[in-house]
């Protein structure tokens, strides 16, 4: 069956730190992948879109990679802030119907 | 510019009433879309529409679950019968162009959705 699997529920990390998130799928071949930032009771905010035929993809302290034969994506936070504490979504592929993970909850200490 | 609004933020309905949920889109989106988030877990599809036409509703739970955009532009998700189990979030998104175009689907907060 079709699984998108977000690392870990949540990771902490020191102020200043890089944060490392991971989305890993099985029996999908999307054509790209979006990740998203959701802050509680509000919606998720779209953050960047990588395509299947790019390899990494910045803005500003942001980086992402897609590998497909890995069937993995790295969502990257460089010098992380308390204010970058929030859940990160992936998402896969809306050529049919968007299928999100289930998230990462990162929170930032200062 | 003004995003996505979704009203009522929250609702409270005894088991068995029925429900109806709103969204505003972001003026001139084509694409619309419902998901619905539970705790803990990211949004699931629910409906899709581009401008009035319902081109995918395979995530719709029960045929309890009804949705409709008349004019291509606000959106209405209807739940019939509700069930504690229809207790969650529902979030409503919005994208510039059609689905094929790989665009960023802009969100509303949300409608806490709590069955009594």
């Known amino acids: 069956s079709q699984k998108i699997e977000q690392n870990s529920e949540a990771l902490n990390i020191q102020e200043g730190k890089t944060a490392t998130l991971t989305c890993n799928y099985t029996n999908y071949s999307p054509a790209y992948l979006q990740w998203y930032r959701q802050d509680p009771g509000r919606g998720p905010v779209f953050l960047l879109l990588i395509r299947e035929n790019e390899k990494e993809k910045r803005k500003e302290r942001l980086k992402v990679t897609f590998d497909t034969t890995l069937k993995q994506s790295l969502f990257h936070i460089t010098a992380s802030q308390p204010a970058d504490s929030a859940t990160y979504l992936c998402a896969l592929d809306p050529l049919t119907s968007m299928r999100f993970g289930a998230g990462t909850r990162l929170t930032v200490k200062p | 510019g003004a995003g996505v609004s979704q009203s009522p933020r929250y609702k409270v309905a005894k088991r068995g009433q029925d429900v109806a949920l709103r969204c505003d889109p972001i003026?001139?989106?084509?694409?619309l879309f419902w998901y619905q988030q539970a705790l803990g877990q990211g949004p699931e599809f629910l409906t899709y529409f581009q401008n009035e036409a319902q081109l995918d509703k395979s995530g719709l739970p029960s045929d309890r679950f009804f949705a409709e955009r008349p004019e291509g532009s606000v959106s209405t998700l209807k739940i019939q019968r509700t069930q504690q189990e229809d207790s969650a979030v529902y979030l409503c998104?919005?994208?510039?162009?059609?689905?094929?175009?790989?665009?960023?689907?802009?969100f509303g907060d949300g409608t806490r959705l709590s069955i009594l």
């Open positions: 998104a919005s994208s510039l162009k059609q689905i094929f175009s790989n665009q960023p689907q802009h």
């Open positions: 003026s001139g989106h084509v694409s």
